[in-house]
Nanobody, 123 residues
Framework: QVQLVESGGGLVQAGGSLRLSCAAS????????MGWFRQVPGKEREFVAA????????TYSDSVKGRFTISRDNNKNTVSLRMDSLKPEDTAVYYC????????????????WGKGTLVTVSS
């Protein structure tokens, strides 16, 4: 079992930056690929970024490619999402996810989720 806790959300102006963190419990963190998804009310949860078990491979959605950077520290059991050049359309609740497979673009079947952290980007 893996428990995930996100932090770092908040209110930022368009063009600004935020860094989200996700702390994972358990001694098998490096056995999981990690990802970030986001969701706005009334819409499906959508893929944002993923990172492989060792951190050697990363994948991004087209909407965030070049602006967001995912990273992980397997010694500290953490995964981070650096978000630059934020846009109002990035406003959402951001969720950390752990999965066996990499990459996973759909939320269906992902076994472990955090509770989410809200990011609001004002124009």
């Amino acid at each position: 079992q893996v428990q995930l806790v996100e932090s770092g959300g908040g209110l930022v102006q368009a063009g600004g930056s935020l860094r989200l963190s996700c702390a994972a419990s358990g001694r098998t963190f490096s056995s999981y690929a990690m990802g970030w998804f986001r969701q706005v009310p009334g819409k499906e949860r959508e893929f944002v970024a993923a990172i492989s078990w060792s951190g050697g491979s990363t994948t991004y959605s087209d909407s965030v490619k070049g602006r967001f950077t995912i990273s992980r520290d397997n010694n500290k059991n953490t995964v981070s999402l650096r978000m630059d050049s934020l846009k109002p359309e990035d406003t959402a609740v951001y969720y950390c996810a752990a999965t066996i497979d990499y990459p996973v673009f759909r939320p269906d079947g992902i076994p472990y989720w955090g509770k989410g952290t809200l990011v609001t980007v004002s124009s």
